[in-house]
């Protein structure tokens, strides 16, 4: 989606590979080249994946990991300003390989490695439950930071995640897209309050868990009759009523900007948490020059250092030519977050179950349990 996104807005800001063991799921893939779809574990599970079982994911990451730095290294590192490693962490391959992958890029290279992980829905099973939280544990320890996507949060009642899964997508990219984007000069300019890598990278650094808000507003002028843009659609996320309001309101820049960042932080974020735990926040700020404001973005970024466990707000603008405004803001290194308690209480039974369950099995032994929980 991140690759899709980068060629529409031909930014070509995002260079990216796919490591799988399944061959189906690289073959479907439409926008990575053949070439940065890498296929593992073939002689183990000969190309049809490991299900479920993030061990043998793990196990396979790590006796393959030359081939997989290989191909990071073919498609070059000398101008990327860090590494993230996308991951659904209920299943197998994702969950056991990440945690993996990430000690071994920071072992190699200087750049910071980030994760986005996406944790199950309680509905998906307590396998995947189990799996997210053994891997989430261990992926907090190896990656310099961690932002988590909870698909329970963002999945309609009734949905499936399966009917779910584009939509989902779109909402992590809106938000990510953004995020990554920081600093990039592009036909709009150089904005401001400039957020560059270096920001982004400083907010990050207490390492732990990252949840990031999402706000968007249309601009309502003769722009709104032009093309999207670079936010294509992106007012799907607030209905009509809203957008109205904002436009009858007859509020200056300032305020506006104000209240947009307001509502990203208090809206949904991609983790549900306590935003008042967080140790350290980034406001970012992004859309037509016309509708930036530097008094704007300053007050809303002592909003946001009033309401946050820490005192370090970054902040800025990044001017697009779009007829919609959108605000990202990043709590970092979240100190409270029920979703993630839930899930790590869950495992916690799974497990205890499983030693129940082979307890009663003449085949147990010690060895057999997963030191995670300890």
């Given at each position: 989606?991140?690759?899709?996104?980068?060629?529409?807005?031909?930014?070509?800001?995002?260079?990216?590979?796919?490591?799988?063991?399944?061959?189906?799921?690289?073959?479907?893939?439409?926008?990575?080249?053949?070439?940065?779809?890498?296929?593992?574990?073939?002689?183990?599970?000969?190309?049809?994946?490991?299900?479920?079982?993030?061990?043998?994911?793990?196990?396979?990451?790590?006796?393959?990991i030359d081939s997989i730095i290989n191909a990071i290294d073919t498609?070059?590192?000398?101008?990327?300003?860090?590494?993230?490693?996308?991951?659904?962490?209920?299943?197998?391959?994702?969950?056991?390989?990440?945690?993996?992958?990430?000690?071994?890029?920071?072992?190699?290279?200087?750049?910071?490695?980030?994760?986005?992980?996406?944790?199950?829905?309680?509905?998906?099973?307590?396998?995947?439950?189990?799996?997210?939280?053994?891997?989430?544990?261990?992926?907090?320890?190896?990656?310099?930071?961690?932002?988590?996507?909870?698909?329970?949060?963002?999945?309609?009642?009734?949905?499936?995640?399966?009917?779910?899964?584009?939509?989902?997508?779109?909402?992590?990219?809106?938000?990510?897209?953004?995020?990554?984007?920081?600093?990039?000069v592009g036909k709009a300019g150089v904005g401001e309050m400039v957020v560059d890598s270096s920001e982004v990278i400083n907010t990050l650094r207490g390492g732990g868990i990252s949840s990031v808000g999402y706000a968007v507003t249309e601009v309502v002028s003769e722009r709104t009759k032009q093309k999207k843009g670079f936010f294509g659609g992106l007012r799907d996320t607030f209905s009509k009523k809203e957008q109205v309001e904002d436009v009858l309101t007859g509020e200056d820049k300032s305020a506006k900007i104000i209240a947009l960042v307001r509502r990203a932080m208090l809206g949904r974020l991609t983790l549900p948490c306590d935003y008042s735990t967080a140790e350290r926040a980034l406001v970012l700020v992004a859309g037509n020059p016309t509708e930036m404001d530097r008094k704007g973005v300053e007050k809303a970024k002592s909003w946001v250092e009033e309401n946050i466990a820490g005192v370090e707000v970054r902040g800025g603008d990044y001017p697009v030519n779009s007829s919609y405004v959108a605000a990202v803001v990043v709590l970092a290194t979240i100190g409270e977050a029920p979703r993630v308690r839930e899930l790590f209480e869950i495992a916690k039974q799974t497990k205890e179950e499983v030693i129940q369950s082979k307890k009663r099995s003449s085949m147990f032994d010690d060895s057999d349990i997963d030191p995670l929980f300890e």
């Open positions: 989606m991140f690759i899709e996104q980068d060629r529409v807005s031909n930014s070509n800001n995002f260079r990216g590979i796919v490591v799988n063991t399944a061959r189906t799921d690289l073959m479907g893939l439409k926008h990575i080249e053949l070439k940065d779809r890498i296929l593992i574990g073939q002689t183990v599970v000969k190309g049809h994946g490991v299900g479920t079982d993030n061990v043998t994911g793990a196990r396979i990451a790590a006796d393959e498609r070059g590192t000398h101008d990327i300003d860090a590494f993230v490693i996308v991951a659904g962490l209920g299943g197998g391959t994702g969950s056991g390989g990440a945690p993996v992958l990430a000690r071994h890029l920071k072992r190699i290279y200087r750049e910071p490695v980030y994760a986005l992980g996406l944790i199950p829905a309680p509905e998906e099973g307590r396998l995947y439950t189990y799996n997210a939280a053994r891997s989430l544990s261990t992926l907090v320890n190896e990656a310099d930071n961690v932002f988590v996507f909870d698909n329970a949060a963002w999945k309609n009642e009734g949905e499936s995640v399966k009917t779910a899964y584009s939509r989902l997508n779109d909402e992590i990219v809106r938000r990510f897209g953004v995020l990554f984007r920081a600093g990039e």
